[in-house]
């Protein structure tokens, strides 16, 4: 039905680095099988968050970059409103500022950026209305 489909992996109780590898094995394999919808659910949530090795594993690893939910195609096409932008440039580093008319659409903001050739982002909550990148900010990204 094109929709999304996200795995659900079981974390388990174990804590040991065999479980971790797992984990972070089954987490990829998700990613190479639904490339369109790469994503993947922990249960029981309770169980990574007691396993601190786990959790620095897949931030160091899998979940080192900040994701976006791939888009949902089946929903309206009717795209929210642009936000206003504004730019403040300083000596050494540049200020983003934005808002929208309707904060009622808006759930996350990403903020694309360049340094070079290389392209970054960051994505914020839909309260943040500005963001301050230093001038060599994604120079090693």
Known sequence: ????????LSVGRDTG??????????????RGITPKSSGVVHWSISSLTKNPGLGRALLDGPYKKQALVPPS???????????????????????????HENTGDVFQWVIYYQYGKNWSYQIRNGADQSLTLKNDEGKNT
Do not use: C, F, Y
């Open 17 to 30: 680095s065999a479980n971790t590898t797992e984990v972070i094995n089954e987490i990829m394999i998700s």
């Open 73 to 99: 195609d089946w929903l309206d096409n009717t795209a929210p409103k642009a936000p206003r932008v504004t730019l403040k440039k300083e000596q050494d580093a540049v200020t983003i500022n934005w808002s």
């Open 1 to 8: 039905m094109h929709r999304h489909l996200w795995p659900g």
